[in-house]
């Protein structure tokens, strides 16, 4: 092997594992506030740090809900609901399981039997000023997509303070999860609730 060929194998060799090492999962501590009650019912995504191959589901979506749910014997479940491009659009949903807890609070999540599942952990929740928030963070390796990850800012109501959003956002800096650098996507709410009423049944 030539020089330069050996030394541009090396280099490339070097990039990748500085690849390798960047993208990979994740597992910070859950929230000691999380309870199986606590994150029951319909949450709004407010926004989100996710990657192109996490997005998936939510490419298209609008108006986007989280409704979770219990089951029997322990089933516990994460429906991801949403409009499609625009809030008259069909309605999408995917519902995902949650199983295998463990610390409380941290799961994983599946799709559908025999898909890959993603580790699903609940890192913040709690209450301020009236507002009740979460924020989840889940994240996956494949040999076939790599290694994706997404953080959803959720609140009980469409809409969620720039002080509280600010926070949170800080909050999961701190933690180093998006160690891509990715903007932060606002989900789009508005004209999607034309008011408390459908916001509830829908
Ligand atoms: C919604 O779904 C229906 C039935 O699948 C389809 O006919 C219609 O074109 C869809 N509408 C939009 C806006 O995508
Ligand atoms: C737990 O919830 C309380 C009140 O809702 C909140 O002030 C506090 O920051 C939360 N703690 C954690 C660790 O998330
Ligand atoms: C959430 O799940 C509950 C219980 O199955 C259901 O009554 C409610 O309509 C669902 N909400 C949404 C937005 O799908």
Redesign the pocket.
């Given at each position: 092997m030539s020089k330069k060929l050996a030394l541009t194998t090396t280099l490339a060799l070097f990039a990748l594992a500085q690849t390798g090492l960047a993208q990979t999962c994740r597992f910070p501590a859950p929230?000691?506030?999380f309870t199986r009650d606590r994150y029951s019912g319909e949450w709004y995504e407010i926004a989100k740090f996710q990657t192109a191959g996490g997005a998936y589901f939510e490419k298209d979506c609008v108006c986007t809900q989280l409704n979770v749910t219990q089951g029997p014997n322990g089933a516990f479940y994460a429906d991801n609901i949403c409009r499609n491009l625009v809030p008259e659009g069909n309605f999408t949903n995917a519902l995902g399981n949650l199983f295998n807890e463990g610390p409380a609070g941290r799961f994983k999540e599946q799709f559908f039997p025999f898909a890959p599942s993603v580790d699903y952990t609940i890192l913040?929740?709690?209450?301020?000023d009236g507002e009740e928030y979460s924020v989840e963070y889940d994240c996956g390796t494949s040999f076939l997509t790599g290694t994706n990850y997404c953080v959803h800012f959720l609140a009980r109501k469409p809409t969620m303070s720039e002080g509280l959003l600010q926070t949170l956002v800080d909050e999961v800096n701190a933690l180093d999860l998006n160690y891509e650098g990715l903007p932060l996507q606002m989900t789009k709410q508005e004209g999607c609730w034309k008011n408390a009423e459908e916001s509830m049944t829908q």
């Open positions: 929230s000691q506030n913040l929740m709690g209450e301020r």
